[in-house]
């Protein structure tokens, strides 16, 4: 069966692609096949896996990919596992109206798109997995990232809607869909943030440190498995209790 892993060159992506590398044919994306190569020349068997590349920041190209994954995973789609996004953080007083476009687009459209184009396969099969990856600034929101926030609070409620309307739609299935909300995680996007800044975090987080993008890989894992088959339409919160 095949999983969709976006956002797989790097940090939490890259960390689920090589986590379930090993129990799924792969279909691992990022902007570009060059961007990819680090997580793709670390796998270890890549011709059982494939590359499906966009920048999501393009409505044409995001278009060509929804339709390059029907044709290219269709029926054997089990899972998508959006986890692309990006952050352009400034004060919204200054905030270009050019990188709230972009930020809705990567971060909001794209999902829902890839959501809608795996929904169809799973609705004709009655079973899939879409997992999207929110953020807790979704929920608490964040000073210099409103736009960011806004796009993660709208990708939690339209994910809790699709598992909702997957019931509606029908009676007895096993389509869910789910968001992994995680806190401060070390990768290259935290990695921008001021260590003055990092610090008063680690004030609010009672494990006092940064989690890492293995720790939300193994939740995605174990949310793909039977064993997490009561799970749906929720919030996985992995954030090291953050208040
Ligand atoms: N790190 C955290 O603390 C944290 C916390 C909460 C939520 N998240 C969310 O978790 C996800 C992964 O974050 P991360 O920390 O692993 O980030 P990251 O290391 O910066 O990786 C981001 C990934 O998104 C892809 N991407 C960026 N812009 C894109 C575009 N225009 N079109 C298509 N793909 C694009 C990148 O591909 P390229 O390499 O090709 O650019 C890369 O693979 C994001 O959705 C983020 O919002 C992260």
């Not at 494939?50 to 990919?65: E, I, P």
């Not at 972009?102 to 099969?125: E, G, Y």
């Amino acid at each position: 069966m095949k999983v969709l892993v976006t956002g797989a060159s790097k940090g939490i992506g890259r960390a689920i692609a090589m986590k379930l590398q090993h129990s799924f044919d792969l279909v691992l994306h990022a902007t570009t096949e060059d961007r990819l190569e680090a997580t793709w020349s670390g796998l270890i068997n890549p011709e059982r896996h494939t590359r499906l590349c966009a920048d999501f920041s393009d409505s044409d190209a995001l278009k060509g990919f929804c339709s390059n994954l029907k044709k290219l995973a269709g029926a054997s789609l089990y899972a998508v596992i959006n986890n692309a996004g990006l952050t352009l953080d400034k004060s919204i007083l200054f905030q270009p109206e050019a990188d709230i476009d972009t930020l809705i687009q990567v971060n909001l459209k794209a999902p829902v798109m890839i959501s809608k184009t795996a929904f169809k396969i799973f609705h004709s099969r009655q079973q899939g997995v879409i997992i999207n990856m929110s953020s807790c600034v979704g929920e608490t929101g964040n000073a210099f990232q409103c736009v960011y926030a806004a796009t993660k609070a709208g990708l939690a409620g339209f994910t809790m809607s699709l598992a909702r309307e997957a019931g509606a739609l029908l009676p007895s299935h096993t389509i869910r869909a789910f968001c992994v909300s995680p806190g401060y995680i070390e990768t290259g996007m935290t990695g921008k943030i001021p260590e003055a800044e990092k610090e008063k975090y680690m004030l609010n987080i009672p494990a006092r440190r940064m989690g890492q993008p293995d720790e939300v890989a193994g939740v995605v894992a174990f949310l793909l498995t039977d064993e997490a088959a009561y799970i749906n339409g929720s919030e996985i919160k992995i954030n090291g209790g953050i208040v």
